[in-house]
């Protein structure tokens, strides 16, 4: 049981540039949250889904997009990266009804 | 912002020693949780807690729902080495919130 799996792990991206981080749980989890995690700030909410086709803005939205096209993905969108978006992401998924969010081991992004 | 302030941001104890950490919010929880996050890993969830006045132990750990859902308190007791790593409340609504964490550092 593979859980919730983020890829890549680690990426270094030039300002501009765009990537796709994937998030994949194996859970059969209804929700599933985008976070960024900086030194001093915890993690912030960036965009989350109820389900499968929905999506829903989180406390830091602007500069991402996401898609949930299938139930057990959840991709995180960068169009156009900034310096600012250099960060640890995690992704992390709960069931319907349950409290506890399972979350995967981070992408390590820099843009510089 | 954070709607989630969690306090101390840090703290740096002696093995043995307990800990107290706590959390407020400008909304109404129905749900808060305290997550640890071990050092390049994500979080994983130490205690749950339900109901306004709650009182919830794991192990070493005991966790309060304060009573204006407003607040919780995270306290460790006899600290160890393992205990080292980064403690947040979380709040739930559809979504769920993070507060921005207590840094335990714990000298042997």
């Known amino acids: 049981n593979a859980g919730v799996t983020q890829t890549p792990k680690f990426r270094v991206l030039k300002t501009g540039q765009s990537m796709t981080l994937l998030c994949a749980q194996d859970?059969?989890?209804?929700?599933m949250y985008w976070y960024r995690q900086d030194p001093g700030m915890g993690l912030r909410l960036i965009h989350y889904?109820?389900?499968?086709?929905?999506?829903a803005k989180g406390e830091v939205p602007d500069g991402y997009n996401v898609s949930r096209l299938k139930k057990q993905n959840f991709l995180l969108g960068l169009e156009s990266a900034a310096p600012s978006q250099t960060s640890v992401y995690f992704c992390?998924?709960?069931?319907?009804?349950?409290?506890?969010?399972?979350f995967g081991q981070g992408t390590r992004l820099t843009v510089v | 912002g954070q709607q989630l302030n969690q306090s101390p941001q840090s703290m740096f104890i002696q093995e043995g020693e307990d800990v107290s950490m706590n959390c407020t919010s400008s909304s109404i929880f129905n749900t808060w949780l305290w997550y640890k996050q071990d050092p390049g890993e994500g979080p994983v969830l130490l205690i749950a807690?339900?109901?306004?006045?709650e009182l919830t132990s794991n192990g070493r750990l005991t966790a309060q729902f304060g009573i204006t859902r407003k607040d919780s308190f995270l306290n460790i007791s006899a600290s160890i080495p393992s205990d080292v790593g980064i403690y947040f409340c979380?709040?739930?609504?559809?979504?769920?919130?993070f507060g921005a964490g207590t840094r335990l550092t714990v000298k042997p």
């Open positions: 807690l339900y109901k306004a006045g």
């Open positions: 979380a709040g739930q609504l559809p979504d769920m919130r």
């Open positions: 992390a998924s709960r069931p319907t009804g349950g409290v506890e969010a399972f």
């Open positions: 859970m059969n989890h209804e929700y």
């Open positions: 889904s109820v389900g499968e086709g929905t999506t």
